[in-house]
């Protein structure tokens, strides 16, 4: 049988109709939709179509205790797989690599095989490559599949290593044992790759379909490839450095928290594109998102997780209120989770590919991040919620003005709001209602208890004017400023406040006055709470601050229920002095 250059030569079917038919149905039988792509011959250390990282077999080691492993001879060996959601134009690689994962530059088998666009999917291809004649024990066989179809035409990336890496990448690999005769790392001393080699771009090839295999057309017709860098027969095997397990993106920036357990990294590779690497301590899920506020909503936010075989899925998401946040789209993403540190790449344009995307200006833009360390997203994507967030300010084109105070000031507002309008505020209410005397000491207590109540809450407001750029967006603000203005109504009145006369009936104007200086204390007493509610779901406060000012609330609503159904007689200062001993 006469073999070309790339080692590429005639295939025979291996299968009849019957049994080709077979293998697809109970396939795609199988199959639950996700991946997209794996190796069926050699047989893939693991089945999963959907590996992508990290570089250069996923999470999936070296001849680990239970996986397959495939002999072979040397000479033409069919490779066949298996094709689970088509990317029109997406290369493949074959090599192998001798003793370990980390070697697979140094013999490369042929490179830019062109992808069959033709067909459905699942879709069974078979190639023809020449197994070298090594004695190799303990060898790889890897495919890698570039997904050139998430760049724009004639447009180019490298992988594994370059300037303009590929972000999303599919690797299949298998453990084999190649039955040959020379030493391998001789053969590789004077092995030379004569194939295409070089950047990748969208590369399509002519494709036939036989008994249910799929069969490149003889001779390859190579897809035009016009990136810098590429030849379409490389002079000679040129090694290059096995890069790290981890798929780091370049890192030109980066914002840690201050444990450094969630990391954001990106790189701003020309004018229009940005690559963002999240770096998490988690099991379940990390986020981070763009609002206008710093706020957990409205927002929008990008969500990673990783399944049970380690496919990393990442959604960009539509953050509208206190809940799961909805998906908007699937994002391809680079990434893996090794000893518990789930990392996920991806890239994105500066100007936002979507009606939903902010555009990223040499500005700072509110940053918001999350993660909840346990528990993955369910089956339809919705999230438990997280039990670590934070906020900053940055700017992503310079990388400066990075703030991680937000966090901070929202905290110090929270402080100050939940002291004036959650405890100190309900207490002078109830001194008024409950506590009156015939020497007037109750309307002392109660006013100062409301005086220095206002000024906690002025300086909550104040704190929050200044830590947002935009105000007034979401209810939680809208209701905080109505409260902040029908407060100081509430003062006014109460220094004009008409005097009680001296004989035993109110004069007209006392009555009325005091009809709304009571109804407008509980109207605010009333909304104090729902914001206070809002506040803690739109900063994504932990549940126990919930519990918190729920049984502070169950507390006074009880108290109150007890005075006012047992007895109208007032409580006398002097019984909370007693109680106060």
Known sequence: ???????????????????????????????????????????????????????????????????????????????????????????????????????????????????????????????????????????????????TDKISPNACCDYP????RCNSVYHSCSNIEI????????????????????????ETGQWTEDAGVWQIDQPIQYAANTCEGYEDSCSGNTPTPSP????????????????????????????DFITFTIIAKTEGWAAFGFSEEGLMYPAESY????????????????????????????????????DGILTCVFTRELSGST????????????????????EKPSGDGSLNIHNQNGQAEINFISGGSISTGGSGAQTAHGFFMMLAWGFLMPIGIMVARYCKDDNGTWFKLHRGIQLVSFFLCLVGF????????VHFRIAHTVFGLIIILLTMVHIVLAILRPHVSDGPKKSMLRKVWE????????????????????GLAANGANWFFYVLYILWIISLVGFVAYRELKTEEPMKMDMVYNLMK
């Open 303 to 338: 969500i990673c997780s990783s399944t049970e075989t380690g496919e990393i899925i990442l959604t960009h998401r539509n953050n509208e209120a206190y809940r799961s946040p909805e998906i908007i789209s699937s994002i391809d993403a680079d990434g893996n989770t090794t």
């Open 515 to 534: 009809y709304i200086h009571k109804g407008t204390g509980a109207f605010l007493g009333f909304l104090s709470v729902i914001t206070i509610f809002m």
């Open 355 to 374: 009606e939903n995307e902010i555009t990223i200006t040499d500005d700072d833009i509110p940053f918001i991040w999350a993660m909840n360390t346990n």
């Open 244 to 271: 790290s397990p981890t798929p780091d993106a370049p890192i030109e920036f980066q914002y840690c928290n201050a444990n450094e357990e969630f990391c954001l990294q990106w790189d701003v590779k020309d004018s």
């Open 1 to 147: 049988e006469t073999i070309n250059h790339n080692g590429a030569g005639k295939i025979e079917p291996i299968m009849n109709k019957f049994e080709v038919l077979s293998l697809i149905l109970l396939i795609g039988m199988i199959n639950v939709g996700t991946g997209h792509f794996h190796l069926l011959k050699p047989l893939a250390r693991n089945p999963s179509p959907g590996i992508k990282g990290p570089y250069p077999c996923g999470s999936y080691g070296f001849f680990e205790d239970g996986d397959p492993v495939t002999t072979i001879s040397p000479g033409v060996y069919t490779v066949e797989w298996e094709e689970t959601i088509n990317h029109n134009g997406a290369p493949f690689r074959m090599a192998i690599s001798v003793g370990s994962d980390d070697n697979f530059d140094e013999l490369i088998l042929l490179d830019h095989i062109p992808h069959n666009d033709q067909g459905g999917t699942p879709k069974h291809c078979a190639f023809d490559v020449v197994i070298p004649d090594i004695n190799c024990p303990r060898c790889a066989f890897q495919m890698v599949n570039p997904m």
């Open 161 to 164: 290593e370059g300037d303009n």
């Open 179 to 202: 039955t040959g005769n020379l030493d391998p790392q001789e053969f590789k001393s004077t092995y030379q790759y004569t194939g295409p080699c070089g950047p990748y771009t969208q």
């Open 462 to 469: 104040i704190i929050a004017l200044a830590m947002v750029n």
